[in-house]
């Protein structure tokens, strides 16, 4: 059991560190300020997860300055893959 756990924390880090460095390459969009369509990505018979896109998390990153929104002055760590704060983008809504 615990080999089958750090096969997933070791898949997730992977996962988060391909889609940091997607963000990094990535141009930001300039998102509408209405209701956008969510996309699914099936990842198994019963398993789905909401589809990233570095597009987006890029535009969302950009607009608060790598910042928390909740708390800008919360302190964090810089990013091996980016260089910048880390913030998760994929909690924030641009």
Known sequence: MDEFIDTLLTFEELEDTQ???DILVATATNT???PQEVLLQ???IRK???KSNPSVAK???ELVNYRCEIDPFHETFISEVTGDNFVE???LIP
């Open 19 to 21: 889609f940091q460095s």
């Open 32 to 34: 509408p300020n209405q």
């Open 42 to 44: 099936s990842l198994g």
């Open 48 to 50: 789905k997860k909401w």
């Open 59 to 61: 535009e969302a990153l």
């Open 89 to 91: 983008a994929h909690h």
